[in-house]
């Protein structure tokens, strides 16, 4: 691996484990602090704080993305908002590699040099892990190359074994290098 090249790892870590600058939180247009991952970043960054900055932005756009500091987390929580999965017909593959291409420019436009993701809309939203995994890793890959002026470590901070390989298998299989 060349070090002035971005990267795309899947690990074995708890999102608030990973290390990184920046971490994910896969949120609700409201913005408000729910259960699953999105209630461990709360909890772990300082929920009443963070709640309070998420009360003053207000809203978030499915497929959008907005940043608040990540207080006793790290330097910054990007809150991108997946779709609810309905079966595919109402255009959530779009909407779903929207979120993960906004949390990255944001991370660009705030100098972010690693950023560590959880799979959005994979849980409580209903999108099929594989098919969720897929847009994922395309909308990281087709952003680094576009980006390619840019550096970034991307982790996939997975706990599930079953959900890591096949997260590297859709990588193998859609020609995604991962470290």
């Not at 017909?89 to 949390?103: I, M, Q």
Request: charged content about 20%; aromatic content about 8%; some cysteine.
């Amino acid at each position: 691996m060349m070090a002035d090249k971005s990267t795309i790892a899947i690990r074995k870590i708890g999102i608030t484990s990973a290390g990184t600058q920046a971490v994910v939180n896969a949120a609700n247009a409201q913005l408000l602090q729910g259960g699953g991952v999105c209630g461990v970043i709360f909890k772990a960054a300082g929920a009443h704080r963070l709640q309070k900055e998420c009360d003053r932005i207000g809203h978030c756009p499915t497929g959008s993305a907005v940043i608040t500091s990540g207080y006793d987390l790290c330097d910054y929580i990007i809150h991108a908002v997946g779709p609810i999965y309905q079966g595919g017909r109402n255009n959530e593959a779009k909407v779903l590699y929207s979120c993960y291409e906004k949390a990255l420019d944001l991370a660009k436009e705030n100098n972010i040099s690693s950023i560590a993701f959880p799979l959005i809309s994979s849980g409580i939203y209903g999108y099929p892990k594989q098919e969720a995994f897929a847009i994922a890793l395309k909308s990281c890959d087709d952003w680094i190359r576009k980006n390619d002026d840019y550096q970034i470590k991307i982790i996939f901070a997975i706990i599930d074994d079953g959900l890591i390989e096949l997260g590297e298998k859709t990588a193998r299989e859609l020609g995604i290098k991962t470290v």
